[in-house]
Each structure stands twice: as structure tokens, then as C-alpha cells.
């Protein structure tokens, strides 16, 4: 069983920049793609970015050129930088993997709230 723990959610300027890491626990790391998601109150949840085990990234392009996505193989993490912030940033960010073989994200943390004031 895969479990996910994110942490560096919180409180910025627009402008500013945060930081969210997630923790990957329970499964070979490097047969999992990772993702972070995104929801909005009142909105549905969206994928910000995701990694291959290559390091082959994806990043939406609401968001591209602001934030960076990266892990880190040997300690079973994945890095989201974000920088530039806006208000339409804010909602909570959801950490999750899917097996190289699966199409569909299967897991997910429990998330982490990242607030972006204007």
C-alpha cells in the first residue's frame, strides 16, 4: 500500500514563493509517477504538474514557468516549488502517485492548504 504525506502549505503575499514536499512511503518509488493537484473552493480538483521516474515533467499552463516540480529518487520525495504566487494559486494541494502501468492517479494524500493573499 502506497501512503503520501505532504507539508509546506500555508500563508503568502502574492509574489511570494512556497515550497511543498511530499513523502512516499510503502512501494518501489521509482515505478511511480507523482503528481500534485489542486482544489479551489467551489471548483473541482485539477493536476498542477506531474514526474515521471525519468524526470519528465508536466506542468499546466496556468502554472508553467512558476512552478517546478522534482524528486528526489534516493529519498522517496517530490519537491513542488512555486514562485510568482497569485490568488487563484490558493486551495488545498493534493500529492499523488500512479503506477507506471496505471493510467489514473490511485493515491493521494491527505493534503495541504496553500493560501495566497492578494
Known amino acids: 500500500q502506497v501512503e503520501l504525506a505532504e507539508s509546506g502549505g500555508g500563508l503568502v503575499q502574492a509574489g511570494g514563493s512556497l515550497r511543498l514536499s511530499c513523502v512516499f512511503y510503502?512501494?518501489?518509488?521509482?515505478?511511480?509517477?507523482l503528481g500534485w493537484f489542486r482544489q479551489a473552493s467551489g471548483k473541482e480538483r485539477e493536476l498542477v504538474a506531474q514526474?515521471?521516474?525519468?524526470?519528465?515533467?508536466y506542468e499546466a499552463d496556468s502554472v508553467k514557468g512558476r512552478f517546478t516540480l522534482s524528486r528526489d529518487n534516493a529519498g522517496n520525495l517530490v519537491y513542488l516549488q512555486m514562485n510568482s504566487l497569485k490568488p487563484e494559486d490558493t486551495g488545498i494541494y493534493y500529492c499523488a502517485a500512479k503506477h507506471l502501468s496505471t493510467s489514473d492517479f490511485s493515491y493521494w494524500g491527505q493534503g495541504t492548504q496553500v493560501t495566497v493573499s492578494s
Open positions: 510503502g512501494r518501489t518509488f521509482s515505478s511511480y509517477v
Open positions: 514526474i515521471t521516474p525519468g524526470a519528465s515533467t
